[in-house]
């Protein structure tokens, strides 16, 4: 800042000035782009910032403490975690075998991958439910040796899964597509064992990518509802979800409990995606050590 | 310890690669396989070290038939071209590598390796260069890791391709000499690809001169001058002779 | 007849039982990965079809024309034939001018476009609901002008606009900034209109990032669900899109119904998938 009188005076000019002879249309393109974002994306996240802060702390303490949204966070949060775990580690398995291997279906694997984002959530939600429920294929096949997904929190990591699988793929391929193959055969003169050689020398390279896509796809589930509800259950204290209690006191016009529950979902969400941002780039920077 | 390379004929689709390749390799023999750009040494290179497989013939070590035995269970050490360091890794780390990845029962416990490391990096002297990661090293350096990597596992052979062809002519000379008295300090066999006669001539005791999958000539360098097999070999090595006369082999 | 015309194959006995062994693992690790694609992915996309159909095609022909269903139907085509425009104009506006002009906030313009990827669908509904619900403070100050705009066609196409906004220029940005503006510029300067420019030059560049950001925006307002039916309002036959009329049949115990709508929904995600593919196959860097 103390630099100000220091810079050249190229800055005093408009920076708008500069381009505009070059290519026209400023003020139309940009004059459109805020209008909808104030209107669409800001004026709406304002609405949701404006009631919590309406909403006195000691209020906003009693809706979040209350057992019922603690329970939701309960399950939401360890649901969404279980899913991402499994996605993860599935996720990088069919990135891997995407990449690596040619076989019969490969094209059809690669683009079933992203069904889930192309599949409405309801849909994959009753899906699910006709599957998993007690007279589905699934559920009798999984009743027979004692186990119940539908209406219970395994219901709830099912549905997850299946909406975030994507992410855990997507970003992981590209960085596999990109790896030389001689650090790899480098290991296996060395002496590693194939489990070796993905251990030490694939995945420390896919890590940081691995990360930014285990962090997308527990965003994406903390969120969950189309898909989650019809599975889940909905027992207050048991497998109702956040996003539902939100509907719920909505639906009871209890907009402050609504938005104090939604804030706070908000507020994780955006905190995992920042948290995992910083992780990565930490992480990218250990892999490329000193090569700035 | 000897390799013996009988018959090895290698395809790429309809393509003959490698026309039923024969050598023995004496122990602890420096040989050079010298040849132009596309004659099919990195694919000998690479079929000795087990990364891929040949269509016909056998390779056998000290007696042992090795044709069908797994990269990493040959124990040969190599240098890639581009010496294909874990970047990831420190150049410590690197070296540590292979000793690591050993069974339990025959991996030495980790102060053993971290002693050894240190050993292997004062050897090479580059023990000043052991925190490094390979983004922080010269061409020079980087590949004096790679060899050290290399022979870390105490390898039964060493593989080199190319190693010099990625750095500059000053760095060389000085690289061929180490290389050699590294090699000959371990006392490892070593086979080393390249196309350069002046450095096939210099390091190697013997040579054999490849050209389209086919070993033309395979002796030692003195020999090669003096009685050249083919008019293709004369040709190749035309001003090679000149060099050797000059005295400044090794 | 002595020169092969293709590799010849490997006989060596111990060469062929390596390679057979790394086979193994490889196929281990493929029928994991389809079983797993399978048992997720392929088979709740077969049960649906199943469901819907168990009772015969004339029972599902007759579910998909309810009058509801029909309603829903034609209730979600509208608010996509609305959406994509208003989506493709803004998608091409908000990245010509952060790829083509340097202006205080563009760093910052960047990161809110990308906003909504972020917000769940239900927070989404709601933030809409208390900024241009009743009570809100657009929606109080329309009401005096008699102007709603939740719980009705406006609402689902205001949401549907939020959550779908970031596909086009998500697409747009990486290609144009890739692409420069040399070529713009040279139109300019040979004495085209700014529109010309854009007409002749820009949009045969990006057409098919263009129409592969348009694909995905369309896929996901069809089949919005959380932030819909946060503002929809859910009056029967009036303010129902296809995904919450699922939900309605499904939860007045017409299961088949519900199956029956949720092939058509199934229908139009297939064939998302399917353009997406093929665009990515015969295009492979004209978009992102
Ligand atoms: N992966 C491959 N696929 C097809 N052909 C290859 C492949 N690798 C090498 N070749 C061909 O095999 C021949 C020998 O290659 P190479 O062993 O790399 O030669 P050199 O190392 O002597 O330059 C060349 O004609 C090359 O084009
Ligand atoms: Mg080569």
């Known amino acids: ?15 708008f000035r500069l381009k505009r002879h070059v290519m026209p249309g400023f003020s139309l393109t940009l004059g459109t782009s805020l209008l909808f974002v104030c209107l669409i994306i800001l004026l709406p996240l304002s609405g949701l910032f404006w009631q919590m802060s309406q909403l006195g702390l000691a209020d906003y303490w009693r809706i979040i403490s209350s057992e019922r949204t603690l329970a939701s966070f309960r399950v939401t ?36 991958v992203d069904l889930p984002f192309a599949l409405p959530t309801a849909v994959a939600g009753i899906a699910l439910v006709a599957l998993y429920d007690k007279n589905g294929w699934m559920g009798t096949l999984l009743s027979a040796v004692g186990l119940k997904v539908a209406y219970t929190w395994w219901g709830i990591v099912l549905a997850m899964m299946f909406t975030s699988v994507p992410f855990g793929v997507r970003t992981v391929q590209p960085v596999l597509e990109s790896l030389k193959p001689d650090a790899e055969e480098a290991a296996r003169t060395l002496g590693a064992r194939d489990w070796q050689v993905f251990r030490h020398i694939v995945f420390p390279q896919v890590w940081p990518s691995f990360i930014t896509g285990a962090s997308l796809a527990f965003a994406r589930s903390l969120g969950e509802f189309g898909a989650v509800i019809f599975i889940a259950g909905n027992m207050p204290f048991k497998t109702e979800i956040a996003s539902l209690l939100i509907m719920i006191r909505l639906e009871e016009y209890d907009y402050p409990a609504a938005s104090a529950i939604a804030g706070t979902i908000l507020l994780i969400a955006l905190f995992v995606l920042v948290a995992a941002n910083i992780a990565q780039s930490r992480a990218t920077r250990h892999l490329h050590k000193g090569s700035s | 310890m000897s390799l013996q390379i009988q018959n090895i004929s290698k395809y790429y689709g309809a393509n003959l690669v490698l026309d039923a390749v024969s050598l023995d390799i004496e122990p602890g023999e420096f040989i050079a396989l010298l040849g132009p750009s596309g004659s099919g040494k990195t694919t000998l290179l690479r079929t000795i070290a087990g990364l891929q497989f040949a269509e016909g013939g056998t390779l056998s070590f000290d007696g042992e038939d090795i044709t069908g035995l797994d990269a990493r269970e040959r124990r040969f050490g190599m240098v890639f071209q581009n010496y294909a360091l874990f970047e990831h890794m420190s150049v410590a780390q690197n070296v540590a590598f292979g000793l690591k990845m050993r069974e339990r029962s025959a991996r030495p416990s980790a102060k053993d390796i971290s002693r050894r490391v240190v050993e292997l990096l004062d050897m090479a002297q580059i023990g000043h260069l052991a925190e490094r990661f390979p983004s922080q090293l010269s061409g020079g350096q980087r590949q004096r890791v790679a060899l050290t990597r290399a022979l870390a596992i105490e390898p039964r052979l060493l593989l080199l391709d190319e190693p010099f062809s990625a750095l500059d002519t000053r760095v060389r000379k000085d690289l061929r000499f180490s290389l ?13 690809v390249t196309h350069d006669q002046e450095e096939a001539f210099e390091l190697a005791d013997r040579i054999a001169v490849m050209a389209d999958g086919k070993i033309e000539q395979f002796d030692t360098p003195a020999n090669l001058i003096k009685k050249p097999s083919s008019p293709f070999v004369a040709e190749f090595l035309e001003g090679a002779g000149g060099y050797n006369q000059s005295g400044a082999g090794i | 007849m002595t020169a092969p015309s293709s590799t010849p194959p490997i006989t060596n006995p111990q060469v062929l039982a390596l390679l057979r062994q790394k086979a193994r693992k490889r196929a281990v690790l493929i029928v994991v990965a389809l079983l797993f694609a399978a048992l997720v992915m392929a088979l709740p996309v077969i049960a649906i079809f199943a469901r819907a159909f168990q009772e015969g095609f004339e029972v599902y022909s007759a579910n998909i024309t309810t009058p509801d269903t029909l309603h829903a139907i034609w209730l979600t085509v509208l608010t996509a034939l609305i959406v994509l425009p208003i989506n493709l104009i803004y998608g091409i506006a908000v990245s010509w001018a952060i790829v083509h002009y340097r202006f205080p906030g563009r760093r910052a313009l960047q990161i809110i476009i990308e906003l909504p990827f972020s917000i769940s669908p239900i927070v989404a509904g709601l933030c809409y609901l208390l900024i241009y619900g009743a009570t809100g403070v657009v929606g109080s100050w329309l009401d005096g002008w008699d102007i709603q705009l939740m719980f009705n066609l406006f609402g689902i196409v205001l949401v549907s606009l939020f959550v779908t906004c970031p596909f086009v220029a998500r697409e747009l940005i990486p290609l144009m900034e890739i692409s420069g503006q040399d070529q713009e510029e040279a139109a300019l300067t040979l004495g085209a209109t700014g529109w010309q420019t ?8 990006i057409k098919w990032a263009l129409l592969y950001g348009a694909i995905l925006a369309n896929a996901r307002v069809i089949g919005e669900f959380g932030a819909v039916s946060v503002v929809s309002g859910n009056i029967r036959g009036e303010t129902m899109t296809l995904p919450l009329q699922v939900q309605l049949l499904y939860n007045d115990y017409n299961a088949t119904g519900a199956f029956a709508a949720a092939t058509v929904l199934t229908v139009i995600a297939v064939i998302t998938l399917v353009l997406r593919s093929t665009i990515e196959a015969r295009h492979p860097h004209e978009h992102a």
């Open chain 1, 1 to 15: 800042m103390t630099h100000l009188d220091a810079a050249p005076p190229r800055t005093f000019l408009s920076p």
């Open chain 2, 180 to 192: 050699r008295s590294l090699q000959q300090k371990v006392g490892v066999g070593a086979i080393l």
């Open chain 1, 77 to 112: 949060i360890s649901a969404a975690a279980f899913a991402t775990l499994f996605n993860a580690v599935f996720g990088l398995l069919l990135a891997y075998v995407l990449v690596r291997y040619k076989f019969p279906g490969k094209r059809l694997l690669d683009a079933l």
């Open chain 3, 198 to 205: 854009f007409r002749h030059v820009t949009l045969p560049k």
